[in-house]
């Protein structure tokens, strides 16, 4: 299946998936996208933006794992270390927010809250906040913060689809 038709089937897979109360898991990732353009996101954490929640699909349901770690594993070897890193980051950036920003712990859904507390609750891994790359995990993670408004715009899946293509080839590249 080319990386075309592997994103769409992903993303259509999350569907009818409810893991917030607010939008479906597909709704979710659109605007998680969406937020990371507006905000003026480079291709990889638009990317991991969209696909950070796809450990809640059923087509990955067989992992076992916790699904950050489903994310990880699914988006490295197709989009690459950042892709699958930021996307693997998203429940430690919550854990590092809530533990360093009250306004923040403050601001969480419900389902947030109680997700929280089976997540081991707030925490800062201090090897994960030195990280080069952890800023744009906190980014990513205010982006999916801000995707549960049923009135949001979302991104279009063509967009996402184009974007999970540039990342690709610019994987495939970089290899050659
Ligand atoms: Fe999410």
Redo the contacts with the bound molecule.
């Keep these: 299946m080319s990386i075309r038709e592997q994103t769409i089937t992903v993303l259509e897979s999350l569907r009818g998936v409810w893991?917030?109360l607010a939008v479906d898991?597909l709704d979710?990732?659109l605007q998680?996208a969406a937020r990371a353009l507006d905000d003026g996101a480079d291709d990889e954490l638009v990317l991991a933006a969209a696909l950070?929640?796809i450990g809640h699909s059923p087509l990955l349901a067989a992992h076992s794992e916790a699904h950050d770690r489903v994310a990880h594993d699914w988006l490295t070897p197709r989009f690459g270390v950042r892709v699958g890193w930021l996307a693997g980051a998203?429940v430690a950036a919550k854990r590092y927010l809530a533990a360093t920003d009250p306004a923040y712990a403050g601001a969480l859904s419900d389902v947030s809250i109680v997700s929280l507390r089976l997540q081991g609750g707030a925490a800062v891994d201090q090897d994960l906040a030195g990280h080069p790359w952890w800023p744009d995990a906190l980014r990513l993670r205010r982006f999916?913060?801000a995707?549960?408004d049923p009135a949001a715009r979302g991104a279009d899946i063509e967009t996402v689809v184009a974007v999970a293509e540039r990342v690709a080839a610019a994987q495939t590249t970089r290899r050659a």
Excluded: P
């Design positions: 893991d917030e898991e979710h990732a998680s950070h929640d998203h999916d913060d995707a549960k």
